[in-house]
């Protein structure tokens, strides 16, 4: 049985530094930061989410911010 894919909740990546990663995320594509996490495998990392105005699953974009 094959499945079809009906939608990504969310894109996970790795950015360098938090402060350009906020301002590309709000400034340049016009998210908010909907919540602020750790990496529970890193837990001295941050994990950042940003969305639409809604949260809605689909717009949804998480970061890991490891400076080097």
């Known amino acids: 049985m094959i499945s079809k894919i009906l939608g990504i909740h969310h894109i996970n990546v790795i950015a360098s530094d938090p402060k350009s990663n906020n301002d590309f995320s709000t400034k340049g594509i016009g998210l908010r ?3 602020r996490t750790i990496n529970f495998d890193r837990p001295s990392v ?3 989410y940003y969305a639409d105005p809604t949260g809605a ?3 949804v974009l998480t970061y890991f911010p ?3």
Request: charged fraction near 25%.
């Open 33 to 35: 930061r909907v919540k």
């Open 46 to 48: 941050y994990h950042l």
């Open 57 to 59: 699953p689909g717009t």
């Open 66 to 68: 490891f400076p080097k």
